[in-house]
């Protein structure tokens, strides 16, 4: 859809100028005279399309727009019109394409569409769960509210994954940096060790030889170092797109023995979130286990969903179908849905669910932290301790052959 640069007046004679997409001049014309203005003249653009920006740009972290449902639900409850407090949100961000997004929607829902049907052709930054909240609290007049309740499930979310990452971080800045200085290590200091016990002529013990010949290799290829260390996360990036691979290591971490505990909790407290929060929207039970079953990452947890959809939809309960997956929801998980069943607090009875989960997370991170921390030092204390041994041995063999 081409972009025109406008200038337009008001009957009062109020000059307006900006731009707009439109099919064309009719179409802008039609626009346009639907505000009260009547277009002067207008030049076309050609749109500059989203897709061919670095995917990188094209990402809007979770804070922001947990940061824009809370002041949308501000502004809307204060009476703002919809255009114009997307038009005001759209200003106050940085991120640019997050910024072109919101100004998309705008000309959307002047155009006459729903607010729900806006944002779901973004579904990159509006995924299923959030275009269904709306969508039923436009359909209820309760708009306001479902994004109340978006708000406290993107707070609770974001908060779990910034203990989680805050926990992972330190770990891994000390594992990068320990491979970082071991291929320099490798690369800088063993050739010139090399060179030297060349020189001596002594017999090099295994260990001593294995490092030299990897130093020396590494050396060499030093720009397959640089390949691998660019290409490995590619790959792996590559690799989790598709499903048979996550898939595998989806079940691959769950057998983990430090981190099993902590991913089952994680995906457990977010099943129990937005479960949670969609009932509480006025979304039908059915429904929510279709629309969690596609947002939740684990593929173990989303199987499950899928399954207890089709089962409750019978007419099961979703207690009954939980307890067939002993291997990912623990038991109190089942039991507090049973008695939420029977209660007819169902959506309570997970919100309440959700906090303990989300609060056993956040203990667990902490205690992760503590037990990564001995064994980063143990693996740390052991590289150096095999990197010595293999240069010092030989000067011992040497000193005592003299």
Sequence with gaps: MPQYTYIAKSLS????????????????????????????????????????SLPLLRTVPLAQ?????????V??????ALPRAIRTLAKQTTNKYFK???????????????????????????????????????????????????????ERSHRVRSKVKG????????????????????IKVVPQLSAAFETLEIELPKITQFVINTGN????????????????????????KKRPTRRVIDRILLKIPLISGLIRKINTAYVARTLSSLIQGGVSIVEALDITSKTVSNDLFKKSLQKAREEVKKGKKLSEVLEQFPEIYPPVFVQMIQVGEETGQTSEILAKLADFLEEEVTNTTQNLS?????????????VIAIFAISMIKPIYSMMGAL
């Design 370 to 382: 503590s037990i990564i921390e001995p064994i980063l030092l143990l693996l740390i204390g052991g």
């Design 100 to 154: 072109k997004v919101l100004h998309q929607i705008e000309d959307d829902i002047i155009k006459g569409e729903n607010f729900s049907a806006a944002i779901q052709k973004h579904p990159k930054i509006f995924p299923e769960l959030y275009c269904s909240m709306v969508r039923v609290g436009e359909k209820t007049g309760t708009l306001s509210d479902s994004l109340k309740v978006l708000a406290f499930h993107l």
């Design 65 to 73: 727009k947990l940061m824009f449902t809370r002041n949308l639900e």
């Design 13 to 52: 004679g109020q000059t307006k100028k900006g731009k707009m997409p439109a099919k064309d001049l009719k179409d802008l014309a039609h626009i346009l005279r639907s505000q009260g203005y009547i277009l002067i003249s207008a030049d076309v653009k050609k749109e500059k399309r989203l897709k061919f």
């Design 75 to 80: 502004m809307i409850s204060a009476g703002v």
């Design 217 to 240: 290799t590494l050396a060499q290829y030093w720009y397959l170092v640089i390949l691998v260390i660019i290409a490995l996360p590619c790959s792996l990036i590559v690799a989790m």
């Design 167 to 186: 926990a992972l971080m330190y770990p891994a800045i000390v594992v990068s940096a320990m491979i970082l200085i071991g291929i320099i290590m490798l």
